[in-house]
T-cell receptor, first 114, second 115 residues
Framework: GQQLNQSPQSMFIQEGEDVSMNCTSS?????WLWYKQEPGEGPVLLIA?????ELTSNGRLTAQFGITRKDSFLNISASIPSDVGIYFC??????????????FGQGTILTVHP | NAGVTQTPKFQVLKTGQSMTLQCAQD?????MSWYRQDPGMGLRLIHY???????DQGEVPNGYNVSRSTTEDFPLRLLSAAPSQTSVYFC??????????????FGSGTRLTVV
């Protein structure tokens, strides 16, 4: 099946630093999603991207849908301790019977030191 | 709105036992799906449904059955539990508008241990 490679696997940063993570795919997607998961909880949607080249922000978070449709990037600016968690990328191709089928990356574990 | 509700939150089973993980959503979403999460592997799709009466297999369907008799409910059945099914299970729902999928929402998970 499709594979998503997410990097880095983990990051240890100081409060106030910027963070970048990315996801690459062996095949194209027409939608990219970025999620955050905190311990004991389900993933929570941060940003959704629906068009190649799209750049979307949500507060201190900015994500981009790569023009090749095979990659996506998430940036977090001026990190704070509550940014701690696991960040997942996910892709899918909407249409027909493909609705609701996400392919996930392995996740990036973010630790922020005060 | 409660969103996506999963029960139970925790469960311990013996090998060979059967059980049903419940999932309900109150957002009138068309699409529902089940994922399992294992350490270092992200989330993998087990089964999904595009509407009542319609289900299909995902990436890792073996050992699991699903049915969708109503829009709101999408239970996941383990017919004969195996230790390899120890995992955290997440249910999710979403809807579509003009060909794009929106509102992708996850439940808080069921943590299953098979001994």
């Amino acid at each position: 099946g499709q594979q998503l490679n997410q990097s880095p696997q983990s990051m240890f940063i100081q409060e106030g630093e910027d963070v970048s993570m990315n996801c690459t795919s062996s095949s194209i997607f027409n939608t990219w999603l970025w999620y955050k998961q905190e311990p004991g909880e389900g993933p929570v949607l941060l940003i959704a991207l629906y068009k190649a080249g799209e750049l979307t922000s949500n507060g201190r978070l900015t994500a981009q849908f790569g023009i090749t449709r095979k990659d996506s990037f998430l940036n977090i600016s001026a990190s704070i301790p509550s940014d701690v968690g696991i960040y997942f990328c996910a892709g899918y191709n909407a249409g027909g019977t493909s609705y609701g089928k996400l392919t996930f990356g392995q996740g990036t574990i973010l630790t922020v030191h005060p | 709105n409660a969103g996506v509700t999963q029960t139970p939150k925790f469960q311990v089973l013996k090998t060979g036992q059967s059980m049903t993980l419940q999932c309900a959503q109150d957002m009138n979403h068309e699409y529902m799906s089940w994922y399992r999460q294992d350490p270092g592997m992200g989330l993998r799709l087990i089964h999904y449904s595009v509407g009542a009466g319609i289900t299909d297999q995902g990436e890792v369907p073996n050992g699991y059955n699903v049915s969708r008799s109503t829009t709101e409910d999408f239970p996941l059945r383990l017919l004969s539990a195996a230790p390899s099914q120890t995992s955290v299970y997440f249910c999710a729902s979403s809807y579509s508008i003009r060909g794009s999928d929106y509102g992708y929402t996850f439940g808080s998970g069921t943590r299953l241990t098979v001994v």
